[in-house]
């Protein structure tokens, strides 16, 4: 009985790691028969009043946005009055391979309204900050709340602060074939000014017959101001790689 057990628990082990790909330990075993959307969302500036979110998926579920839920605090004390929800109807494609990034949808957000700045003006001493969650039902029906900021500064004028800059500098140096794989060296700077604890880069590489493969590599421990060269490995099976370029990556500090 004991061995049947196991050799059960080895059989859904190995379904759910081809189905799901790298992240399947992270989103569990029910997603394998029910999947949910592997949503990322990101902001890469703000100018003005508005803030820039990029928006992708991570498995083969799309998702349709129905707007932004936003909530405002000063000096960390929730101000209900100042509670909004925005409507913004967005799409994001699903990925073609699970643990790929899927297209990237860019929204601009109005980061604060009228009332919002009528608040601070009142009240000039106060430190506004707010959080916003963005709305929406993914491609398999699931309803989604998803909080895409903390904490984020809701001054116009006012930047995120030096040591809440998360920020890097990938470059590819060279690309070298090893039987199935693509072996992509590149080099990677911190260029911001809070240490990065973990990131992942996504590298598809262009074969000879004008086919794709993409795949990522991960590393740890890259301090403020540090260079690193390094490696990963895209396997392109027995094509012939022609070039490679950086589809994305994404950085970690887990106290930010």
């Not at 929800?85 to 990925?95: A, N």
């Not at 003006?121 to 398999?140: R, V, W, Y």
């Not at 012939?240 to 106290?255: C, P, R």
């Amino acid at each position: 009985m004991k061995k049947k057990l196991i050799f059960l628990l080895s059989v859904l082990i190995l379904i759910t790691i081809a189905l799901t790909g790298c992240n399947w330990l992270s989103w569990g075993l029910i997603n394998v028969f029910d999947p949910e959307a592997q949503l990322r969302v990101s902001y890469s500036d703000i100018t003005g009043d508005t803030i820039s979110l990029e928006v992708y998926s991570l498995n083969k579920v799309g998702f349709n946005g129905e707007g932004f839920s936003c909530k405002y605090y000063s000096n960390d004390i929730l101000i209900p009055d100042l509670m909004k929800t925005v409507g913004t109807p967005f799409r994001v494609e699903p990925s073609d391979t699970s643990g790929t990034p899927g297209p990237i949808t860019t929204i601009g957000l109005l980061l604060y309204s009228q009332e919002v700045q009528k608040y601070m003006t009142s009240n000039p001493s106060a430190e506004m900050t707010c959080t916003i969650s963005l709305i929406g039902t993914d491609d398999a029906g699931h309803d989604i709340l998803k909080s895409i900021t903390v904490s984020l500064p809701a001054l116009s004028e006012t930047e995120p602060e030096p040591d809440e800059i998360l920020q890097a500098n990938v470059i590819i140096t060279n690309l070298e074939q090893s039987l199935n794989y693509a072996r992509i060296y590149y080099e990677i700077e911190n260029t911001g000014s809070i240490d990065i604890d973990s990131y992942q880069i996504w590298f598809t590489v262009k074969c000879t017959d004008d086919s794709e493969y993409t795949d990522w590599t991960v590393g740890l421990d890259l301090k403020i101001g540090d260079k690193r060269n390094d490696f990963g490995s895209v396997d392109i099976g027995e094509k012939t790689a022609e070039s490679v370029k950086i589809k994305n990556w994404e950085l970690t500090n887990y106290d930010f």
